[in-house]
């Protein structure tokens, strides 16, 4: 219970945090700054006002002005921020006092030992500076703050212990450690979480785009990736008439009416384990047995067509009917991925060019497939003869059109 209360308490202030300075402009990165700076500088003042009201208490006024200012400048500064919305001068100056405030404390109680080592409140100047910066600018704050360590060591035989007793040091020993290991773990926990989440979504975006096993390589190494496959079968589907009913269409509606449609098929490529090479304009390309070997590629292909007819037959599409060619052809192919800016997985080969063909030589509501996948699927599917067709580059050939799956 306490920890959910937590947890919610934390959602909260870095939901405040985001909205601290924001502009529409800023890309991701900025805007994850910006919500982390706000939320550490604010989040820590409790802990400020703490340790300065302990401090006056114990009898030390000068090390408790120091926090004390701290949580003074913090909210004014933070307040300048949301105006300006100047998040390297906000950086700067809260990065310079975490680094110094820290310091001037323990020479006021007299060192390192007798002010329960609370410098070690000025590494999380680094460590923000790391999640925040460039790594330049950390090193610079790293470099800033072994000067003051080493200053405050040479410092130390000069430096008159206030005589604080010697429980109070122990548990403020405790305090500081705990406190800063806490807020460290914190900014991890919350950094590896987003890094987490960004790349769950750069890799599902990724995978959209590319099959997994394509992206595993392409990500392991920059190269021209390029397999033969023997054996494989590729599904071509097309809108019929469609250019007339697209210019009767405003582009806005014709879009949400294709993403519709692809939507639709993209369920069913699922359902089937196939691959959905690309869509062009309203074409819509499949294949199987790539990039992984099957050998029911074609009667996979065959199945999904089948479920791709039913669904256009079943209901409608932006409030129209539709009716689409569907051509398949199995045969050997070669898939890759070529260049080096937006990638595409594609396919190239005879047997693709005659798949397209069988496409858009077909007839409305059919599926046209040629004799490389009859000869692959007439056990399980009943494929009717038609008479011959004229293909380009490939002359007089033979086509079949499937009806159904046989019974068993």
């Not at 300006?84 to 404390?105: D, E």
């Not at 609370?118 to 790594?135: D, G, H, K, N, R």
């Not at 790293?142 to 429980?167: C, K, R, T």
């Not at 990500?219 to 019929?240: C, G, M, N, W, Y």
Request: contains cysteine; glycine residues 8%; aromatic residues 10%.
């Amino acid at each position: 219970m306490k920890q959910a209360g937590l947890s919610r308490a934390a959602g909260t202030l870095l939901d405040w945090a985001g909205q601290v300075g924001a502009d529409p402009r800023d890309s991701p990165e900025t805007a994850l700054q910006k919500q982390v700076a706000v939320a550490l500088c604010v989040g820590t003042l409790p802990l400020t006002a703490l340790w300065s009201a302990i401090y006056f208490v114990a009898g030390v006024p000068l090390a408790a002005a120091i926090p004390a200012f701290y949580t003074l400048f913090t909210p004014l500064n933070t307040a300048l921020f949301a105006w300006t919305r100047n998040i390297g001068l906000y950086r700067f100056s809260q990065l310079l006092i975490i680094l110094l405030l820290p310091w001037l404390v323990m020479l006021a109680l007299g060192g390192f030992g007798p002010s329960s080592m609370v410098i070690i409140w000025a590494t999380l100047c680094p460590l923000c500076s790391l999640l925040l910066e460039e790594l330049r600018q950390t090193m610079l704050w790293i470099v800033g703050f072994l000067v003051l360590l080493v200053a405050g060591a040479l410092l130390q035989p000069w430096l008159a212990p206030p005589g604080l007793p010697e429980a109070f040091v122990t548990w403020f020993f405790v305090l500081n450690i705990g406190a800063v290991t806490s807020i460290i773990f914190g900014l991890l926990y919350y950094f590896v979480r987003q890094r987490n989440f960004f790349q769950e979504r750069s890799e599902s975006l990724l995978l959209n785009i590319l099959p997994r096993d394509v992206s595993e390589t392409l990500k392991r190494e920059q190269r021209t990736i390029a397999t033969h496959h023997p054996a494989a079968s590729i599904l071509f589907a097309d809108v019929v008439n469609f250019t007339p009913m697209a210019a009767a269409m405003t582009p806005l509606r014709l879009v949400e009416l294709l993403n519709e449609v692809f939507h639709c098929f993209d369920g069913l490529v699922d359902r089937y384990g196939v691959e959905k090479i690309k869509t062009i304009g309203d074409c819509y390309m499949v294949a199987a047995g790539v990039p992984v070997e099957r050998p029911d590629h074609a009667s996979a292909l065959a199945s999904l067509a089948l479920d791709m007819q039913a669904a256009i037959d079943s209901r409608t599409f932006g409030g129209r009917r539709l009716a689409f060619r569907i051509g398949i052809n199995s045969g050997p192919v070669v898939a890759g991925v070529i260049g080096r800016k937006k990638f595409i997985y594609d396919l190239w080969g005879e047997a693709v060019n005659l798949a397209s063909r069988m496409e858009s030589h077909g007839q409305s509501g059919t599926i046209q497939i040629t004799r490389g996948t009859f000869e692959l699927i007439k056990d399980e599917f009943d494929c009717r003869p038609q008479l011959p067709i004229m293909v380009k580059g490939a002359g007089y050939t033979e086509v079949w059109h499937i009806a159904g799956r046989r019974s068993a």
